[in-house]
């Protein structure tokens, strides 16, 4: 009696023992499960906030193109800027910012000229005016003017 006695107990011991061993298996797996999930579900966040930079960035360089086309070059710039904020790596944003401050330069010359000869052409006006006022008679005046 003793001898089942002992033999029941140590049946015990071995089953507690295997269950121990079970659990912590189960838990160490399930760790490791929860582990690969954890990293899976960082790679999928990772891709998921590259696809939107990209979006992002498309859609910013959609309209970059628009605002260029419009003739709106400031702002095609500042879209520009923005896409290649989000992303460095696109080699062509910085080609085509510079042709944009070469088109805003060429603009600036050009409204600079205008203002000048605007000025000159009313310099030349008022100096006619003047020319004209102090010679001939009234009527002949308001006829040449």
């Known amino acids: 009696m003793v001898k089942d006695d002992n033999n029941i107990l140590i049946n015990r011991i071995v089953a507690t023992a295997i269950l121990s061993i079970a659990l912590l298996l189960g838990y160490w797996g399930f760790c490791k499960y929860k582990s690969t999930t ?23 360089l959609d309209k970059a193109k628009a605002n260029k086309q419009s003739g709106r070059y400031e702002e095609a710039l500042g879209f520009y800027k923005k896409a290649k904020s989000l992303s460095p790596e696109l080699p062509n944003v910085d080609r085509l910012s510079k042709d944009i401050r070469k088109k ?5 010359k050009l409204a600079d000229a205008e203002r000048r000869e605007e000025e000159r052409r009313k310099v030349a006006f008022e100096s006619r005016r003047k020319a004209v006022d102090r010679v001939g008679l009234p009527e002949v005046r308001q006829y040449r003017l």
């Open 38 to 60: 954890n990293k899976m579900e960082a790679e999928l966040i990772e891709i998921e906030l590259k696809h939107e930079a990209k979006r992002k960035t498309m859609v910013l």
């Open 104 to 108: 805003i330069e060429v603009e600036t």
